[in-house]
């Protein structure tokens, strides 16, 4: 696949088959990591390959309500309940992949974008569907969360920058929405 097919193929879709991602495949998409440009040649974004469905459900419903939570001007950590109660921003993913940046490094968030870019080409090309999904605030500030983020060995002074959720399409593949930038200014 040449790489324009796929910058002009692939979409963001949200309604996944229950097929999970194989390991392989998943190893496969991955090998684009090595090559992502970044600040510095830090190298700095850290990943997790989440597959554990009790930990993408807790992670997706917490991400939800924090970003509805943003939307409405509330900033304060939503409770337990509300988190349980919420829908999930990863939707029915069986593989999330979470990237993490320093917390305190200025690029940290461009740097985790462009390897999602990457990733999700990646996996279009493997006839993998992903959605890009966005962090404002860290979904992993609660209780919970910080012991999910221990247990995936992602240390302290790390944050969530994105999430990229991988599967199947389910449904048709969502077609191109026909948008159109502004047309670049020369000078």
Same mark, same amino acid.
């Given at each position: 696949m040449?790489?324009?097919?796929? @910058?002009? $193929?692939?979409r963001?879709?949200?309604?996944? *088959?229950?097929? &999970? ?8 998409i ?13 190298? !700095? ?8 469905? +009790? ?5 997706? /419903?917490?991400h939800?309500? @924090? ?9 304060? =950590? &939503?409770? +337990?309940?509300?988190?349980?109660? !919420? +829908?999930?921003?990863?939707?029915? #993913?069986g593989?999330v992949?979470?990237?993490? $940046?320093? +917390? ?7 740097? #985790?974008?462009?390897?999602? *870019?990457?990733i999700t =080409? %990646? %996996?279009?090309?493997?006839?993998? !569907? ?13 209780? /919970?969360? *910080? ?8 240390? #302290? $002074?790390?944050? &969530?920058q994105?999430?990229?959720? =991988? ?6 593949? &969502?077609?191109h929405?026909?948008?159109?930038? !502004?047309?670049?200014i020369?000078v």
């Amino acid at each position: 696949m040449e790489l324009m097919e796929a @910058i002009k $193929g692939r979409r963001s879709v949200r309604r996944f *088959q229950d097929t &999970p991602v194989r390991r392989e495949v998943v190893e496969k998409i991955l090998e684009v990591v090595d090559y992502c440009p970044n600040a510095g040649n830090r190298n !700095s974004t850290r990943g997790v390959v989440m597959t554990d469905r +009790e930990m993408i459900d807790y992670i997706g /419903k917490a991400h939800m309500k @924090i970003i509805r939570n943003f939307n409405a001007g509330i900033t304060a =950590l &939503p409770t +337990e309940e509300e988190i349980m109660a !919420s +829908e999930s921003a990863f939707h029915n #993913a069986g593989t999330v992949l979470a990237l993490f $940046g320093p +917390e305190n490094f200025y690029f940290s968030s461009p740097d #985790a974008y462009i390897m999602a *870019q990457n990733i999700t =080409l %990646a %996996a279009y090309e493997q006839g993998v !569907s992903t959605c890009i999904v966005g962090e404002v605030l860290n979904s992993l500030a609660t209780q /919970k969360g *910080q012991e999910y983020q221990k247990s995936m060995g992602i240390p #302290a $002074g790390f944050v &969530p920058q994105a999430y990229i959720t =991988l599967g199947y399409c389910d449904g048709d593949y &969502p077609k191109h929405p026909g948008r159109h930038y !502004s047309d670049f200014i020369y000078v």
